[in-house]
């Protein structure tokens, strides 16, 4: 299957990926995506993003927490 933005070759790999959603940061690891190798764009079967949704909709529990240090470029 070829990348959708540059016809490039993709690569079916495991990456990790953030998603903010109304002001909230959820983080997945381990998600099966396919990488494009020339661009880099990611694409993810319709199966795994209706898993990312749900969690985020159903509120599941998490596996684990993480500390995300935050900075302010503001002057
Ligand atoms: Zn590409």
């Known amino acids: 299957m070829g ?3 540059c016809g490039g070759n993709t690569l079916s790999q495991t990456i990790n990926y953030e998603e903010r ?3 909230k940061l959820y983080s997945f ?4 995506a396919l990488v494009c190798e ?3 764009d990611i694409t ?3 199966k795994t993003m209706k898993r990312m949704d749900e969690v985020i909709k159903e509120r599941k529990k ?3 927490y993480e500390q ?6 503001a002057a």
């Open 3 to 5: 990348c959708c933005m």
């Open 21 to 23: 959603r109304a002001g």
């Open 29 to 32: 690891i381990e998600v099966p």
């Open 38 to 40: 020339s661009c880099g």
């Open 44 to 46: 993810f079967s319709a």
């Open 62 to 64: 998490p596996d684990k």
């Open 68 to 73: 995300v240090p935050v900075f302010s470029m």
